[in-house]
């Protein structure tokens, strides 16, 4: 069983950074996959950025190299640092865990413990 919490979100003007923090508990924690996904009102919960259990980052194509993804095991924390935000990265951001590390971790399905989300609102 894992549980995550987010927090870092808020209110930004464009160009400004933030970054998203996700404390996990639990035992597998550590080994665990961890993705961030966002979801805008009124669309689907899209993929955002994953690391795997030793620290082997992915990004989606509208946030590389604007997002760095890490992770801190010691702290059972993944981080995303998001930087020159836009107005379009506004949503709810959520971190996910999943015990598998391999491929195919676009898919929200894929996860098997969520957070409650933090709200990101980047302002033009």
């Known amino acids: 069983q894992v549980q995550l919490v987010e927090s870092g979100g808020g209110l930004v003007q464009a160009g400004g950074s933030l970054r998203l923090s996700c404390a996990g508990s639990?035992?597998?924690?550590?080994?665990?996959?961890i993705a961030w996904f966002r979801q805008a009102p009124g669309k689907e919960r899209i993929f955002v950025s994953f690391?795997?259990?030793?620290?082997?980052?992915s990004y989606a194509v509208s946030v590389k190299g604007r997002f760095t993804i890490s992770r801190d095991n010691a702290k059972n924390t993944v981080y995303l640092q998001m930087n020159n935000l836009e107005p379009e990265d506004t949503a709810v951001y959520y971190c996910a865990a999943r015990a598998y590390n391999g491929g195919g971790y676009t898919s929200p399905l894929g996860y098997d413990y969520w957070g409650q989300g933090t709200q990101v609102t980047v302002s033009s």
């Open positions: 639990g035992r597998t924690f550590s080994t665990s996959a």
């Open positions: 690391i795997t259990w030793n620290g082997v980052p």
